[in-house]
């Protein structure tokens, strides 16, 4: 027979949260930190941001793949959850849009390093692809649809093609530091716009 904590919930339910917590602190950390020291740092590192121990980053990701995998994943969620939450509550839809591509941005500065940490495992990197576009085409053109009817931007701009551009200035940041990527998308976005959008 289980017994009840004082919330009401098992002990083991208690601890399946508490994990659950863990795992989500980790990615987060793991985040931020694959973002400045790329997806090779140090696992101590990531361990020191999350307030964790080593071991607990091993329980849950055996393999820096692994980890890569699941930060991958968890940075396709928060730009896709971030997409109609910025529409709403963003001053335009133009400035939701900058604000995702943002985003999106930090996104892509992780996901450089994905290809050398998964080494040979094409198939998990083409699943992963393949999720990567089902999850961020969709909301990247709901927020083109409504920079347009909005009037801040020129109809015709396809989503894949933006994040393909985005993706394409994004590449080389790591090897030259005098390189950056955001002042180029922020004139690539400048260019969407309609003469009298701000």
């Not at 027979?1 to 004082?6: D, I, N, V, Y």
């Not at 361990?47 to 396709?76: E, K, N, S, W």
């Not at 335009?92 to 900058?98: D, G, M, Y």
Request: charged share 20%; aromatic share 6%.
């Amino acid at each position: 027979m289980a017994t009840e904590s004082p919330a009401g919930d098992s002990p083991s339910r208690g601890k399946r949260a508490d994990a659950q917590r863990n795992r989500q602190t980790v990615l987060t950390a793991a985040a931020e930190v694959f973002v400045t020291s790329g997806v090779d740092a140090p696992i101590r590192q990531i361990a020191a941001r999350a307030g964790v121990g080593m071991a607990t980053i091993y329980r849950h990701f055996p393999t820096r793949a692994d980890l890569v995998t699941a930060v991958y994943h968890h940075q396709i969620e928060a730009c896709a959850e971030a997409g109609p939450k910025l529409l709403a509550c963003a001053d335009s839809p133009l400035e939701a849009l900058r604000q995702w591509i943002d985003l999106f941005v930090d996104f892509l500065v992780t996901k450089h390093g994905l290809a050398d940490a998964l080494q040979s495992d094409n198939d998990r990197f083409a699943a992963l692809h393949a999720y990567f576009l089902d999850r961020l085409l969709p909301v990247c053109a709901q927020l083109l649809d409504a920079a347009v009817e909005a009037g801040d931007i020129r109809p015709g701009t396809q989503p894949y093609e933006l994040m393909r551009g985005i993706g394409n200035l994004c590449i080389g940041r790591d090897n030259d530091p005098r390189y950056d990527p955001r002042r180029l998308i922020a004139l690539l976005l400048q260019g969407l716009q309609r003469p009298n959008a701000s």
